[in-house]
């Protein structure tokens, strides 16, 4: 083709900066951990919730405070073209839930459990562990007010971790008491923090008389000093809140569930009151924050349903998957049972019907179709069919199908002599391949 008639190369279009693609083999990996949470939520009776990945901006400015980073400086808000509502890409999914849990009246008969899975979306500096779209698996317990239910949610993501076999995870865990102990611990922070003005950035000071306690999860390093010395908002807990903190502490003992008690930590959102916790880990460098969460007893009221306490958590599925890789752990995907090598292109439609019993018995079979060159040399499949992985190579040539067999090569264990199989035996082979199924 000359140059002049030759269309012109489109540039390429790239995926937003700080939001990824989730390709193969990595997303084998993903399903395997979605599956094992879904396992775990079965097992702690949580169901399932999907709700719209676009909310009204109020949602977040309302449930989360209007001075928190996430409602500052994270948010990816636009207008509505058509309407000019105010819309928002959730940067957390725990505000969504209860908006529809209210509007469902869920709540109505009774407390729920529930769990939700998918992106979020915050506008920060990408770099490893956090990202601009990133995934969350979240529990949320509505509706129960005692410690009990706090150490249960605990206790799920702790069995997590241990099914995964991840063992550098340190819980740790706080209560930020009730509304008016936080009154009275906030005029203490103005006081200190008044008194070392010259150590605070721009962005304390003017949230200083905002909301002081966000000074304290201030991740500038200059400031981690003052905040260290700062008075601490477990000293201002009333007999009940105490009470509550040591059930839940009581609990985790008896599951023998270690923690420490980190009166710093502070979570991000203003939601939260009495316990909150995080799972964290060394290995992540300081992005090691793998699991947050805590109760939020007023959120429901604040979105406009009747009150009633909550608790629940969200981990970063980024984060856990990374910590997997660091740790070595194998997450088991069940992998392809067999590839199909097929000699020639006028056999494929014949032996498709072959590879459909395969199916219908539960395997896993991938067929060598043809491509825009037609069928791939002999040698050219079996190499296919040893990187697929399979754990055997199902050879459907001339002579075999002359004869209504197929020859079954194992590709995982040299050990096992080849063999040939009758056609319309394969149902039974392939059943007697996972008798326990
Ligand atoms: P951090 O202090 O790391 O910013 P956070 O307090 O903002 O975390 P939460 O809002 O509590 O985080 O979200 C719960 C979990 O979601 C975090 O512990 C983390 O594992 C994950 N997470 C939060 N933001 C991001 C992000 N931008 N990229 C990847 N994972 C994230
Ligand atoms: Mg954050």
Redesign the pocket.
Known sequence: MSEKNSPRKADKIVAVKGMNDIMPPESAVWEALEARVRELMRRFSFENVRTPIVEPTSLFVRGLGEVTDIVEKEMYSFEDRLNGEALTLRP?NTAGVVRAAVEHSMLYNGPKRLYYMGPMF?H?RPQR???RQ?H?IGAEALGFGGAEIDAEVILMAHMLWKELGLADIELQINSLGQPNERNSHRAALIQHFESHLDLLDEEAKRRLHLNPLRLLDSKNPGMQAVIESAPKLIDFLGDASREHLETVKKILDAHRVSYTVNPRLV???DYYNLTVF?FVTTKLGS?G????GGRYDYLIEQIGGKPAPAVGW???V??VLELIKESGVALRQPGLDVFAVITDVANLQAVMPSLHVLREAGLSVQMQASTSEGMPSMKSQFKRADASGARFAFVFGPDELASGQVTVKSLRDSNVPQATLRIDEMATWAASLYPTV
């Open positions: 957390e915050r920060e562990g956090r990202y990133f969350q979570r991000g959102m995080e992005q924050t793998v699991c947050a969200a981990m970063g980024e984060r």
